[in-house]
């Protein structure tokens, strides 16, 4: 090619490189309705960066004003329940922890669908994140053979020398197909065990996402109920419209059939949490119907709303109905286990479905493909943000100790995550003021 060639296909790149960005532009300015609803559900800064730089490499320094504006574009505010517990952002976690802040937490290294390698995985993870130490219950073989094929031998043997991680053998371990009752025979399983540290006070919480019956029984067993706690509930974080105040939904699956009582206990149980843990001065509580007249719903509504009502020791905010329960309106909201557990899974299936729909309107052809790759993350996000199972686990509230359910299919990450939370609920000495259930004095609200 000579000079003038050269020279003339140089100047028609220069000339077009303009003409590429205003319709990038202009492509995501006529898409602002897809974009405003990522932007507002997930974070994807790392994203914009990342496509600005690409574009950056190959279209020169006139597309960086065009990736600045694509950065602040995509700025949208960061959800994670479990972190927030302790006021952590991802990325600004301590880099050095102090061993005497360390708390024991006990881990049934056996229960759920990918034991004992990605609940080992995730316990080593959650060391270098969390001021935590981890009894580690499994069996030996096992858990040593998981971890040479997931490479994680240098770590085990590094947490172990410092003190930060203990492997306590376990017997047959509980299956997830198995009924609750096992527990009573197979008394070495690790999810016994686990349980009897925190019994014995040598850990201050427990966590496993094995079969969640089968914890529960256990921690009946070996734990006790609180005083004036008939039936323990599960509770759960869901999202809400505001990133940085989840609601507390229980119980979401340990009672079927509840008694008005039952609820009015579940209402005490989520009030102390969410005001110790959560951080909410004065918890709004909701009760679960199908409208906000008190005269609406069945016999259990009808009569939980009268108990609910002549409470003083938390803060009733009346009925709740079921689009009210993300809208931020109450922060914590009582129904009984089958409908909490119905409610569970649906937002369970919203992220997948929501992501589906959002890829599906989004334009064909090379513009759609280069506008997607401002959105790729971001619709990752969306679903991580309203799927429940990427945000770790659930406490079982109502037993004497603390004991965190995670998800059957929960891998490295959700444990961290589940950690995290177990090490909120010890650190914030929950189980004092639950066991002051039956001192109204101390309980009422100011």
């Known amino acids: 090619m000579d000079t003038d ?5 140089e100047s028609r790149s220069k000339t077009n490189r303009p003409r590429a960005i205003r319709r990038l532009v202009i492509w995501y300015r006529r898409n602002a309705a897809v974009t405003t609803l990522v932007d507002t559900a997930a974070n994807s800064a790392s994203a914009a960066s990342n496509v600005a730089g690409s574009v950056v490499s190959s279209a020169g320094s006139v597309v960086t004003s065009a990736g600045s504006m694509a950065g602040s574009m995509l ?6 329940p479990l972190r927030r517990l302790q006021g952590a952002e991802v990325g600004n976690e301590r880099n050095s922890i102090q061993d005497a802040e360390r708390l024991w937490i006990a881990v049934d290294g056996m229960g759920g669908d990918n ?8 316990c080593l993870q959650a060391l270098q994140r969390l001021p935590i130490r981890i009894k580690f219950v499994g069996e030996s073989d096992k858990v040593l053979q998981a971890a040479t094929e997931l490479g994680l031998d240098e770590l085990l043997n590094q ?7 203990d492997l306590i053998a376990s017997g047959p371990s509980v299956e997830m197909d198995e009924e609750a009752t096992v527990v009573r025979r197979k008394r070495d399983a ?17 966590y496993s996402a094995g079969n969640s019956g089968a914890l529960m029984a256990s921690a009946i067993f070996r734990l006790g109920r609180l005083p004036g706690i008939d039936r323990p509930a599960i509770g ?34 989520g009030n102390i949490y969410s005001r110790d843990v959560l951080q909410v001065a004065n918890p709004r509580i909701g009760l679960l119907n199908i409208g906000e007249e008190s005269c609406k719903g069945n016999d259990l509504s009808l009569q939980t709303y009268s108990l609910l009502t002549e409470e003083e020791r938390f803060n009733f905010a009346g009925n709740c109905e079921g689009r009210d329960v993300l809208s931020g309106e109450f922060d914590v909201v009582v129904c009984d286990g089958f409908t909490g557990n119905v409610l569970l899974k649906f937002l369970e299936s919203v992220g997948s479905v929501l992501l589906n729909v959002l890829r599906s309107e989004l334009p064909r052809g090379r513009r759609g493909k280069v506008g997607s790759a401002f959105l790729r993350s971001n619709l990752k996000r969306i679903k991580k943000r309203l799927d429940h199972a990427e945000h770790g686990g659930a406490l079982l509230l109502g037993v004497n100790g603390i004991c965190v359910i995670g998800h059957g299919s929960s891998k490295a990450l959700s444990v961290v995550s589940a950690l995290r939370l177990a090490h909120s609920a010890a650190n914030h000495g929950v189980m004092d003021d639950l066991l002051q259930l039956q001192n109204p004095a101390s309980m009422t609200i100011g």
Do not use: R, W
Not at 159 to 165: D, N, Q, R
Not at 250 to 257: C, K, R, S
């Open 5 to 9: 060639t050269s020279a003339s296909f």
């Open 75 to 80: 700025q949208p505010l960061v959800f994670d």
């Open 115 to 122: 034991a004992p390698g990605q609940i080992l995985d995730g």
């Open 159 to 165: 947490a172990i020398e410092l003190g930060h991680l």
């Open 190 to 206: 690790s999810i016994n065990i686990a349980m009897d540290l925190v019994k014995k006070g040598t850990a201050l919480a427990m």
């Open 236 to 269: 759960a974080l869901f999202p809400t419209k505001d990133p940085g105040q989840p609601v507390l939904v229980l119980d979401v699956g340990a009672n079927m059939d509840c008694k008005p009582n039952y609820l009015h206990q579940f209402a005490l149980l």
